[in-house]
Every structure is written in structure tokens, then in C-alpha cells.
């Protein structure tokens, strides 16, 4: 990359558009790849896509009480928070090839190597986690 002392400034160019080549196609999958959170042992199941969208929200009719609307709420929260997990989790498993070696890996924009669960579908993320 340097030639007599000098950076290839052609050649870091075109390493920084394939960087940005392969963040924009990681952002894309995120945006397409849906997540499932639950709470209440599948009374409530939240749907957000890999980058963190609220998509859809299931509730089992057995989970409305008139009486006991914070406990449903309680449930939305914890469904919707256990999908929001699981988008961070495909977020930095997605991103961690992509930060490795650039120092960013303290950021919060680095995350676990690829060696962990597939996607394995169009919907990642495991019920009742």
C-alpha cells in the first residue's frame, strides 16, 4: 500500500468505497431481516426488522383483560424490548466484519463474530428468549 513512504491515496480509495460498498449492503440486509421478540410465553409476540423498525405487533386474545391493561402494556414493553435485542444482536453480528481492526470495536458498532446462530430464514430471533 506504500510506496517509498508514501499511502497509495488511488489504492485507499478504493478500499474505503468497498468499505462503504459492504456498510451499505449490511444496512440493506438489516433493513429487510425481521426479528421476533416475546413475552408472556407467546401471549405477546413484537415483530422490527434488523435495523430496530417496529413492524408488527401479535397479542393472544387471552392476554386482554379490561381489568388488567398494565399487564398487557407490561407485556407489549418486554416483547418489543426482547426484539429490539435480538435486532442488536443481528445488528452486531452483521457489522463486526465490517469494524474489526478500525477501532471502533469499543463503540458499540463492532459486536460478536459470525460464529454464532444462522438466520436461517426471514425471520431471526428465537420465541420466548
Known sequence: MFSGGQPDMAQLLAQA???QQRLADAQEELARTQVQGTAGGGLVTATVSGAGEVLALEIAPQACDPTDTESLADLVVAAIRDATTAAADLQGQLMAPLTQ?????DTGLG??????PGLGGPVYGQPGR
Open 101 to 105: 481492526g478500525l477501532g471502533l470495536e
Open 17 to 19: 468505497q468497498q468499505m
Open 111 to 116: 459486536g460478536p463474530g459470525l460464529d454464532g
